[in-house]
């Protein structure tokens, strides 16, 4: 089982930034997947989630409301998240998580840093 992050990075206040998570190693399509973020002493946070199967639904955190999109692509194995209007506050440590029943995976995380 793999988790892959990618897409963060450096970007200034107001800025967008795409992250990825590409996986492999179990069935995808039925697996809620989740975006969690650490920023440095605080406690892992859950940003967005969207659900498997057919007419998936979404959940986002209050703090990324209206800035943030959660996607998935089954084809490819693949879980988006799309940040806009970002502030300093969202920089964190960002990790993609899979979630089933009595399974959980975690990537490794990607940082994203928002400067002001």
């Known amino acids: 089982v793999q988790l892959v992050e990618s897409g963060g990075g450096l970007v200034q206040f107001g800025g967008s930034l795409r992250l990825s998570c590409a996986a492999s190693g179990f069935t995808f399509s039925i697996y809620a997947m989740r975006w969690y973020r650490q920023a440095p002493g605080k406690e892992r946070e859950l940003v967005a989630s969207i659900g498997g199967g057919v007419g998936a639904s979404n959940y986002y955190a209050d703090s990324v409301k209206g800035r943030f999109t959660i996607s998935r692509d089954n084809s490819k194995n693949t879980v988006y998240l799309q940040m806009n209007s970002l502030k300093p506050e969202d920089t964190a440590v960002y990790y993609c998580?899979?979630?089933?029943?009595?399974?959980?995976?975690w990537g490794q995380g990607t940082q994203v840093t928002v400067s002001s």
């Open positions: 998580n899979a979630h089933w029943v009595a399974s959980d995976y």
